[in-house]
Every structure is written in structure tokens, then in C-alpha cells.
Nanobody, 120 residues
Framework: QVQLVESGGGLVQAGGSLRLSCVASGSIFSVSAMGWYRRAPGKQRELVATLTSSGSTNYADSVKGRFTISKDNAKNTVYLQMNSLKPEDTAVYYC??????????????WGQGTLVTISS
């Protein structure tokens, strides 16, 4: 079995910081691109940040300069460092990853989501 386990969400004041973690666990051959998405109250899911195996990153305009995505390949973990948080960042954040359970078995996985709440 392969799954993504997220952690790091919580309640913080505006201007504060959080670091979200997402670990790909189970029988894993390798992990390809990983990313973070979020769904804010009353809004559709949006892409927050992505990170390819080669290290290329992509960010939503709303988080550029404030959020940083990174990964530790040895730990099969992707992080989202969230700084200068704003109330509009309040959302459920989801980790997404492309995982090879074997050299030929590719799985696109989603985490269960972790709630981030930013107070004014």
C-alpha cells in the first residue's frame, strides 16, 4: 500500500508561519513530481505550488514570495513553508504526488488534507 500523510496544519495569526509536510509512505520505488493544492471556503480547489524531480518550482500568483515548496528525496517528503500568512490563506491544503510503486506501476495520490486557519 502507498499513501500520502500530511501534517503541519493549525491555527495561526496573520503574519505568522507554518510548515506543512507530506510523506509518501508504503512500498515506493520512486516519487516524481509533487505539489500542494488548497480549497478555501466557498472556492474551488487551486494549485498552490509544484515541484518536479529536477527541482523546478511553480507557484500560484497569490503565494509567490511567501510560500516555498521543497522536498527531501531520501525521506520521500515534500514541504510547504508558508510565511507572512494572510486570512485569505485559510483553506484545507492537500498534497499531491506521482509515485512509482514499481518501475512500471504509477500512482497519482492525494493526501487527506490538513486545515490551515489564519486569524486576523
Amino acid at each position: 500500500q502507498v499513501q500520502l500523510v500530511e501534517s503541519g496544519g493549525g491555527l495561526v495569526q496573520a503574519g505568522g508561519s507554518l510548515r506543512l509536510s507530506c510523506v509518501a509512505s508504503g512500498s515506493i520505488f520512486s516519487v516524481s513530481a509533487m505539489g500542494w493544492y488548497r480549497r478555501a471556503p466557498g472556492k474551488q480547489r487551486e494549485l498552490v505550488a509544484t515541484l518536479t524531480s529536477s527541482g523546478s518550482t511553480n507557484y500560484a500568483d497569490s503565494v509567490k514570495g511567501r510560500f516555498t515548496i521543497s522536498k527531501d528525496n531520501a525521506k520521500n517528503t515534500v514541504y510547504l513553508q508558508m510565511n507572512s500568512l494572510k486570512p485569505e490563506d485559510t483553506a484545507v491544503y492537500y498534497c499531491n504526488a506521482g509515485v512509482y510503486a514499481s518501475p512500471t506501476r504509477y500512482l497519482a495520490l492525494w493526501g487527506q488534507g490538513t486545515l490551515v486557519t489564519i486569524s486576523s
